[in-house]
């Protein structure tokens, strides 16, 4: 009932940039912690940055300075602004979103959008 579904991923050089963005849909009264992780062929999936409702961030060691995580909650939708590109960030990176029901009784659940590919080419 609820879809997340991730945009802007593909192929860049090193040094290069990209903007994702991860809209969600469906049965949604709010949006708390908002999130992009990422998962490189081998690896687990591991946080790259997350944002709350006040719009507090953290992110990984591996990306500060570089990646800049934002929202729009009118458009119920996170951005993730990805600078200074490198090989190493090559993964195909998920959004996640808890999403609040109120129907027929309040709750949270986090949901995973299906992914988008990031290539960064040496």
């Known amino acids: 009932q609820v879809q997340l579904v991730e945009s802007g991923g593909g192929l860049v050089q090193a040094g290069g940039s990209l903007r994702l963005s991860c809209v969600a849909s469906?049965?949604?009264?709010?949006?708390?912690?908002m999130g992009w992780y990422r998962q490189a062929p081998g690896n687990q999936r591991e946080l790259v940055a997350r944002?709350?409702?006040?719009?507090?961030?953290n992110y990984a060691d591996s990306v500060k300075g570089r990646f800049t995580i934002s929202r729009d909650n009118a458009k119920n939708t996170v951005y993730l602004q990805m600078n200074s590109l490198k090989p190493e960030d090559t993964a195909v990176y998920y959004c996640n979103a808890e999403i609040v029901d109120v129907f027929p009784k309040p709750k949270a659940s986090l949901n995973w959008g299906q992914g988008t590919q990031v290539t960064v080419s040496s």
């Open positions: 944002i709350t409702t006040g719009d507090s961030t």
């Open positions: 469906g049965r949604i009264f709010s949006i708390n912690a």
